[in-house]
């Protein structure tokens, strides 16, 4: 490949949008969600499905329901989503992003599976 179809393509690239954002996976059954945030969304839903899939998901709960239950009693949606700019300090948009929903949706104990935040 040539040194113009290399910066060529470099460019494309890069004009190629990211989104970060806020999740939610629903336990239809029994109503419990769990919401994260992450800072690429593109293909979300087949890597955590994977994990799930595989028993290597990060939070026991959740990972015990979907063995249980199957893929079946669950959805996932992107409840919020923003592009990523360069200039943006996308960890710390992450977190305010992720707080407001974890305020506003409470997914904790009999409600989701997300752990209380420490007093």
């Known amino acids: 490949m ?3 179809r290399r910066k060529e393509l470099a460019e494309q ?9 806020i999740i939610k996976i629903t336990n239809i059954v029994n109503g ?7 800072s690429n969304l593109k293909n979300r839903w087949l890597t955590l499905r994977g994990q ?4 290597r998901f990060a ?3 959740l990972q015990k329901d979907w063995k249980d239950m199957g893929e079946d009693a ?5 409840i919020d989503q923003k592009e990523v700019k360069e200039e943006m300090d996308v960890q710390w948009e992450l ?5 407001i929903w974890l305020e506003k949706l409470q997914p904790y104990g009999e409600k989701g599976y997300n752990k209380p935040p420490k007093l």
Do not use: P
Request: charged share 25%; proline share 0%; hydrophobic share 40%.
């Open 95 to 99: 977190k305010l992003l992720e707080n």
């Open 59 to 61: 939070n026991f709960e």
């Open 2 to 4: 040539d040194k113009q």
């Open 74 to 78: 669950f959805t996932y949606e992107v």
């Open 32 to 38: 419990k969600i769990f919401i994260m945030s992450y």
């Open 52 to 55: 799930l899939d595989m028993g």
């Open 13 to 21: 690239y890069k004009q190629i949008s990211i989104y970060m954002g």
